[in-house]
């Protein structure tokens, strides 16, 4: 299983850290390896891809990886997150989602069969002027990330999807 992640600041990549984590417990391989450092997702049986979005865009990584190899994808299960809203507000999530679905329709072969958004994180200590006047956050749920996680390794697994989402 290939955990691939496109970060700026690392927040993504502790998300998708603690996907192989879940998945690896559940006894699949899973490599973490940066969206942009991927060059054969053929070799795995299945690709999970999360990237954080910035200014109402995907990482371009994460789309840039899906538009690669969207030949190899469209034939794979693949499953797929963005991050992150500064808080879970309904309207917050709506925002990154279409953000996520505006990327996701630039490459229509890839079904996804699972797509979340997870929050986001802000540490104003690693942003640039004006973005360091903005005040820390951290809305990774890390239950609902495990879960997300948990219910990908059921479903490769064949057993019922459970809280796939
Ligand atoms: C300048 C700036 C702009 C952002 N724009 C968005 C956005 O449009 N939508 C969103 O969901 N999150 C947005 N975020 C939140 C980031 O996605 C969040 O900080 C995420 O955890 C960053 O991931 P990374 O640490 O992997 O780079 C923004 C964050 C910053 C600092």
Request: charged letters at 25%; proline letters at 5%.
């Amino acid at each position: 299983m290939l955990v691939a992640c496109a970060t700026k600041k690392g927040s993504t990549r502790e998300v998708a850290e603690t996907i192989a984590d879940v998945l690896r417990g559940q006894g699949s391989d899973a490599d973490v390896v940066e969206a942009g450092a991927v060059d054969a997702p053929d070799s795995y049986d299945a690709v999970v891809l999360g990237g954080a979005i910035y200014m109402g865009r995907w990482h371009r990584d994460a789309l840039r990886l899906l538009e690669r190899h969207r030949k190899t994808l469209a034939g794979m299960p693949v499953f797929v997150f963005g991050m992150g809203p500064r808080t879970l507000a309904e309207d917050e999530v709506a925002g990154s989602r279409l953000a996520l679905d505006i990327a996701l329709a630039k490459v229509p072969e890839v079904e996804p069969l699972s797509l979340a958004i997870f929050g986001g994180v802000v540490d104003p200590a690693k942003l640039r002027f004006p973005f360091s006047r903005m005040p820390a956050s951290d809305a990774r749920d890390w239950h609902a990330i495990r879960d997300w996680a948990d219910a990908i390794g059921s479903r490769l697994a064949g057993a019922p999807a459970g809280a796939a989402r």
